[in-house]
């Protein structure tokens, strides 16, 4: 089983879930890139640091996890949703790998390739509406626009970038997979 990103419904609205997220670690690339080749160029570096590609870091006494590598990696289980958020320039995206919720700032392993970073995200309130569908930019962009109409037709405010969340493998059929976008709203 895959862990699964937590959240809290607080509400349920035409069109959309209110959720509360709760703080948490994110490994994240920066990609200049098309919307469908984004994910594919920031994949193998992200795996990779899930896969071993990183440098152990355990609190003084914590006991040595069985995870641990030769050479001080650790392996680090897959965790979803995979996210993907626009950057501030044209072609550029963000891609987050959400991280297990075991680990924390202080013992999230440091990764070797300079390109991914470990970072937490701030616990927060979003709406998000859920499909299934093709990973296509038309896809994502559409629902995100049917988000931010009924995010404001509710009479709340949006306050950061919409993200594109994939919950499944690429080989699953289009029309089973879980697919959401989000939309952080002011408290």
Same mark, same amino acid.
């Given at each position: 089983m895959t862990e699964q990103q937590p959240y809290r419904v607080v509400s349920r609205h035409p069109g959309f879930e209110l959720r509360r997220y709760p703080a948490h670690l994110v490994a994240e690339m920066q990609v200049q890139a098309p919307f469908t080749r984004a994910l594919i160029e920031a994949f193998r570096p992200l795996a990779g640091y899930l896969?071993? !590609?990183?440098? $152990?870091r355990h609190p003084v006494g914590a006991a040595e996890p069985t995870t641990s590598a030769a050479g001080g990696s650790e392996k680090i289980a897959m965790t *979803?949703? %995979? *996210?993907?958020?626009?950057?501030? +320039?044209?072609? !550029?995206? /963000?891609?987050?790998?959400v991280l297990p919720s075991a680990l924390t700032a202080a013992t999230a392993p440091e990764p070797v390739d300079a +390109? *991914? +970073? %470990?970072?937490? *995200?701030? $616990?927060? /309130? $979003? !709406? !998000?509406?859920?499909?299934?569908? +093709?990973?296509?930019?038309q896809t994502f962009s559409q629902r995100a626009t049917m988000l931010g109409r009924s995010v404001t037709a509710a009479g709340l405010q949006p306050t950061g970038a919409v993200r594109y969340a994939r919950f499944d493998l690429p080989w699953k059929p289009w029309f089973l997979r879980r697919n959401e976008v989000v939309l952080p709203v002011a408290e």
């Open positions: 896969g071993g !590609a990183n440098r $152990a *979803v949703p %995979v *996210v993907q958020i626009e950057g501030e +320039r044209p072609g !550029a995206y /963000l891609i987050q790998f +390109r *991914v +970073r %470990v970072r937490e *995200v701030r $616990a927060q /309130l $979003a !709406a !998000a509406m859920r499909f299934s569908g +093709r990973w296509t930019e």
